[in-house]
Protein backbone atom coordinates (compact mmCIF):
# COMPACT_ATOMS: atom_id res chain seq x y z
CA UNK A 1 0.00 0.00 0.00
CA UNK A 2 1.41 3.48 -0.81
CA UNK A 3 0.03 6.44 1.65
CA UNK A 4 -2.32 8.82 0.11
CA UNK A 5 -1.20 12.23 -1.77
CA UNK A 6 -1.39 15.41 -0.06
CA UNK A 7 -2.41 18.14 -2.40
CA UNK A 8 0.25 21.20 -2.20
CA UNK A 9 -0.48 24.40 -0.64
CA UNK A 10 -0.23 26.81 -3.46
CA UNK A 11 -1.15 30.80 -1.62
CA UNK A 12 -3.90 33.18 -3.08
CA UNK A 13 -2.34 35.66 -5.88
CA UNK A 14 -5.31 38.08 -4.16
CA UNK A 15 -4.20 40.99 -1.93
CA UNK A 16 -4.88 40.39 2.03
CA UNK A 17 -7.44 42.53 3.07
CA UNK A 18 -6.16 45.61 4.79
CA UNK A 19 -5.99 44.76 8.51
CA UNK A 20 -4.79 41.49 7.21
CA UNK A 21 -1.16 40.10 7.60
CA UNK A 22 1.30 40.93 4.74
CA UNK A 23 2.94 38.30 2.21
CA UNK A 24 6.18 37.54 2.56
CA UNK A 25 8.67 39.81 0.61
CA UNK A 26 6.44 42.86 0.67
CA UNK A 27 6.40 45.84 3.44
CA UNK A 28 8.60 47.82 4.76
CA UNK A 29 12.62 47.09 4.18
CA UNK A 30 15.07 46.38 6.78
CA UNK A 31 17.69 49.25 7.63
CA UNK A 32 21.05 48.11 5.79
CA UNK A 33 24.31 48.43 7.87
CA UNK A 34 26.57 51.02 6.97
CA UNK A 35 30.40 50.07 6.12
CA UNK A 36 32.28 52.20 8.18
CA UNK A 37 35.38 53.90 5.92
CA UNK A 38 38.70 52.49 6.78
CA UNK A 39 41.32 54.72 6.83
CA UNK A 40 44.38 54.57 4.44
CA UNK A 41 47.80 52.87 6.01
CA UNK A 42 50.36 55.66 6.33
CA UNK A 43 52.47 55.50 3.00
CA UNK A 44 55.67 57.21 5.36
CA UNK A 45 55.75 54.42 8.33
CA UNK A 46 56.74 51.11 8.49
CA UNK A 47 55.34 48.97 11.18
CA UNK A 48 56.84 45.71 12.50
CA UNK A 49 57.09 43.57 15.78
CA UNK A 50 60.95 42.78 17.79
CA UNK A 51 61.67 41.52 21.09
CA UNK A 52 64.01 43.08 23.30
CA UNK A 53 67.13 40.62 24.61
CA UNK A 54 69.03 40.33 27.24
CA UNK A 55 71.81 42.41 25.87
CA UNK A 56 69.25 45.17 24.66
CA UNK A 57 69.29 44.49 21.25
CA UNK A 58 65.88 44.88 19.23
CA UNK A 59 65.61 43.49 15.69
CA UNK A 60 63.03 43.59 12.63
CA UNK A 61 64.91 43.10 9.43
CA UNK A 62 62.60 44.83 6.72
CA UNK A 63 61.66 47.40 9.75
CA UNK A 64 65.39 48.45 9.99
CA UNK A 65 66.60 47.83 6.61
CA UNK A 66 63.64 50.40 5.18
CA UNK A 67 65.54 53.41 6.99
CA UNK A 68 69.33 52.29 5.48
CA UNK A 69 71.35 52.33 8.33
CA UNK A 70 74.38 50.77 8.15
CA UNK A 71 77.17 49.51 10.01
CA UNK A 72 78.92 52.02 11.86
CA UNK A 73 76.47 54.95 11.63
CA UNK A 74 75.73 56.90 15.13
CA UNK A 75 72.83 56.84 16.50
CA UNK A 76 71.04 58.83 19.25
CA UNK A 77 68.43 57.17 21.65
CA UNK A 78 65.76 59.21 23.61
CA UNK A 79 63.40 58.03 26.14
CA UNK A 80 60.35 58.40 27.80
CA UNK A 81 57.59 56.23 29.60
CA UNK A 82 57.30 52.91 27.10
CA UNK A 83 58.83 54.82 24.61
CA UNK A 84 62.31 54.16 22.60
CA UNK A 85 62.97 56.67 19.47
CA UNK A 86 66.63 56.03 17.94
CA UNK A 87 67.53 58.55 14.88
CA UNK A 88 70.97 58.76 12.86
CA UNK A 89 72.96 61.44 14.40
CA UNK A 90 76.76 61.56 13.86
CA UNK A 91 77.55 62.47 17.80
CA UNK A 92 74.84 59.38 18.63
CA UNK A 93 76.21 57.25 21.23
CA UNK A 94 75.60 53.99 20.05
CA UNK A 95 76.72 53.00 16.59
CA UNK A 96 75.10 50.75 14.49
CA UNK A 97 76.65 46.59 14.18
CA UNK A 98 76.85 44.94 10.75
CA UNK A 99 72.83 43.13 11.87
CA UNK A 100 70.44 44.97 11.42
CA UNK A 101 69.16 45.42 15.17
CA UNK A 102 69.99 48.40 17.61
CA UNK A 103 71.27 47.68 21.58
CA UNK A 104 68.99 49.91 23.40
CA UNK A 105 71.20 50.69 26.85
CA UNK A 106 70.03 48.96 29.86
CA UNK A 107 69.40 52.40 31.97
CA UNK A 108 67.67 53.40 29.16
CA UNK A 109 65.61 50.33 28.90
CA UNK A 110 64.85 50.61 32.72
CA UNK A 111 64.19 54.26 32.47
CA UNK A 112 61.67 53.50 29.90
CA UNK A 113 60.11 50.71 31.79
CA UNK A 114 61.29 48.02 28.98
CA UNK A 115 62.53 44.74 29.90
CA UNK A 116 64.42 41.56 27.96
CA UNK A 117 61.74 39.63 26.28
CA UNK A 118 59.27 42.58 25.78
CA UNK A 119 57.72 42.72 22.38
CA UNK A 120 57.48 46.17 21.07
CA UNK A 121 56.37 47.50 18.53
CA UNK A 122 58.45 49.14 15.85
CA UNK A 123 57.70 52.10 13.90
CA UNK A 124 60.39 53.25 11.32
CA UNK A 125 59.78 57.11 9.42
CA UNK A 126 62.51 56.82 7.05
CA UNK A 127 61.99 60.55 5.85
CA UNK A 128 62.63 61.76 9.72
CA UNK A 129 65.54 59.22 9.69
CA UNK A 130 63.73 57.30 12.74
CA UNK A 131 62.85 54.71 14.60
CA UNK A 132 60.21 54.15 17.83
CA UNK A 133 59.82 51.19 19.73
CA UNK A 134 56.13 51.29 21.55
CA UNK A 135 55.92 49.10 24.63
CA UNK A 136 52.81 46.63 24.60
CA UNK A 137 51.22 49.30 27.77
CA UNK A 138 51.79 52.33 25.20
CA UNK A 139 50.33 50.47 22.17
CA UNK A 140 47.42 49.39 24.68
CA UNK A 141 46.49 52.98 25.93
CA UNK A 142 46.56 53.98 21.98
CA UNK A 143 44.23 51.18 21.26
CA UNK A 144 41.67 52.07 24.51
CA UNK A 145 41.63 55.89 24.12
CA UNK A 146 40.47 54.72 20.39
CA UNK A 147 37.99 53.11 21.98
CA UNK A 148 38.21 50.10 20.05
CA UNK A 149 37.71 46.87 22.47
CA UNK A 150 34.26 46.14 22.64
CA UNK A 151 32.75 45.86 26.01
CA UNK A 152 31.50 42.12 26.82
CA UNK A 153 28.34 41.20 29.13
CA UNK A 154 29.50 42.02 32.55
CA UNK A 155 31.41 44.76 31.49
CA UNK A 156 35.08 43.15 30.90
CA UNK A 157 36.46 43.55 27.70
Excluded at 49 to 76: C, E, K, P, Q, Y
Excluded at 88 to 99: F, I
Aim: glycine residues 12%; proline residues 11%; contains cysteine.
Amino acid sequence: MTAPLIAPVIPSSARPPAGGRRAAGGGRRLPVAVVPVIPAAPQDVLYGFGRIDMAGRVADRAVISALGWRRGDRLTLTAEAGVVTARRDPAGMVAMTAKPYIVIPAALCHRCGLEPGDLVLLAAVPGNDTLTAYSPAVVDQAIRAHGAYPIAQGGRP
